[in-house]
């Protein structure tokens, strides 16, 4: 199985990789724009599906209707552990990485009373904070390369410019690799340039490391009426960091001249934005629950700073270093809203099925400078936005059967289509199974889940029409444990 939207991710990015010119683009557009729905071990369990439920974390960012379903006052407490290995394959080589880490999914704290004016409504406040995404992943890539270097695509973007006005037409790239000696003049009248070495059983080798999360902060309100009617509104702010390091290295063990050279790449970027939900639920039968929720779209402020560096070495012993200035941006991404559908079907005291279903628009997005970057338009990554990206339509179900009093077993998956338009990228779409169980006793409640995803990335080192293409496969493990009282 493939997931379409990683792989169209990571072809962009293989193509864009170096930035050269921008450290931002539809690509960051997009990762701040693909957002989770954080919940409790029991709507992981059920594949998301809790939206006509409630009662539970998620309704702070599913269905805030949910909210008003709470009988008692709650505190919950949710732990997730990722276990995320990609395996990637380049020129008949294959290599393994792996990334571990533990976090806290959710917390959530919900007070709950009667009118004084009206016994039938029944009013509830809360307070939670939830992962949206997160951005860990480490990547390692290495093959021998007969064909071509990076070196080259430094030598092509250089082509016309006079040698000491390289660096300050290209400070991120050509520049650089004119200063540590990467690239020579061959004609200083024409301005062309060559690569310092010839690619002939060159050594590639690159290593990504990403981290970051995106969370939210949100507090809610929600109330229920003669236990027919349920509804509820929650406002988050949410605020996401990403750091993505990479270093790109080529060596020549058969050259006379050159040992080789490290490409560094450094982003480092922050943000927050303010988001809006709308929700509620309607009691049909003692069977049937229906709901329907809105989420606005959020303006996130990312501040952005980028910078690369490279380090070559020669046969004779000298080294040289060049370090590019660090390019500071203040941007906002535009991310849209959601509109959700709920439904869940109540077997007595034995179970229930749930359906739940969201509509996003990613054509949407868009992406304008803010504050001291004001003067770039954007323009070009809007258009291209408007152009690759496309509506997203995701259906998450689940069941939960009540095997004896106190123990409860869950099973559920989510589909989500393509975010990309037909021909970006392949069609593959985004499918993930979940499965958990529940224990309940007294006030006390644990519960256990697990999630499997696996997908597949076309990454390119540089240019695609100079090197072949890199594969890389991702499975994603994750469990999560909830802890929680009512009262």
Wanted: proline share 3%.
């Amino acid at each position: 199985m493939k997931s379409q939207y990683i792989v169209a991710l990571g072809l962009l990015m293989g193509i864009l990789v170096p930035h050269f010119l921008k450290a931002q683009n539809e690509v960051d557009a997009l990762r701040y724009s693909f957002q989770g729905t954080p919940g409790s071990a029991r709507s992981l369990g059920m594949g998301g599906a809790f939206g006509a439920l409630g009662a539970d974390p998620s309704a702070f960012w599913n269905n805030p209707g949910g909210l008003g379903m709470y009988k008692r006052n709650a505190f919950e407490l949710s732990f997730k552990f990722n276990d995320r290995t990609t395996s990637s394959s380049f020129l008949g080589n294959t290599e393994e990485s792996s990334d571990v880490g533990t976090r806290i999914q959710n917390l959530a704290m919900i007070t709950t009373r009667k009118s004084n004016q009206d016994e039938r409504l029944q009013v509830t406040f809360g307070f939670g904070v939830g992962n949206l995404n997160t951005y860990d992943e480490r990547i390692l890539i290495e093959g021998t390369n007969s064909t071509s270097t990076l070196m080259d695509v430094f030598a092509f973007q250089a082509q016309g410019t006079p040698q000491d006005l390289i660096y300050d037409q290209f400070p991120f790239s050509a520049g650089l690799a004119y200063d540590t000696y990467l690239i020579d003049p061959l004609d200083t009248i024409a301005h062309t340039y060559i690569p310092a070495e010839n690619a002939n059983r060159t050594s590639q080798t690159k290593v990504i490391d990403r981290s970051g999360r995106h969370n939210e902060m949100t507090f809610g309100f929600g109330f229920s009426f003669d236990e027919k009617w349920s509804g509820g509104v929650s406002l988050g702010i949410q605020t996401a960091f990403y750091r993505e390091t990479s270093s790109y290295t080529e060596k020549f063990p058969e050259s006379d001249y050159i040992v080789g050279y490290t490409f560094n790449e450094d982003i480092n970027a922050g943000g927050s934005g303010v988001v809006a939900r709308i929700g509620g639920i309607y009691r049909a039968s003692e069977w049937l629950r229906v709901g329907a929720g809105w989420q606005s779209p959020v303006r996130l402020n990312i501040d952005d700073a980028y910078s690369t560096s490279i380090n070559s070495s020669f046969v004779d012993g000298s080294t040289f270093s060049a370090f590019s200035p660090e390019l500071s941006s203040n941007f906002s991404v535009r991310v849209p809203g959601k509109l959700m559908v709920n439904s869940a079907f109540i077997l007595g005291k034995s179970g229930v099925i749930a359906a739940d279903y969201e509509y996003s628009d990613f054509s949407n997005i868009q992406m304008r400078s803010e504050g001291l970057s004001s003067d770039y338009s954007y323009e070009e990554e809007n258009e291209t936005i408007r152009n690759i990206y496309t509506v997203s339509h995701k259906v998450k179900v689940g069941m939960e059967w009540r095997l004896i009093e106190w123990l409860r077993l869950r099973a559920g998956a989510s589909y989500q289509t393509s975010p990309f338009e037909d021909g970006v990228a392949q069609s593959d779409a985004i499918l993930n199974y979940t499965g958990g169980l529940g224990f309940r006793k007294g006030k006390f409640y644990l519960d256990l889940a697990g999630a499997y995803q696996a997908g597949s990335e076309s990454y390119w080192l540089y240019n695609p029409a100079l090197v072949d293409e890199t594969r890389i496969d991702t499975e994603l493990i994750s469990g999560i444990i909830t802890i929680g009282f009512r009262y």
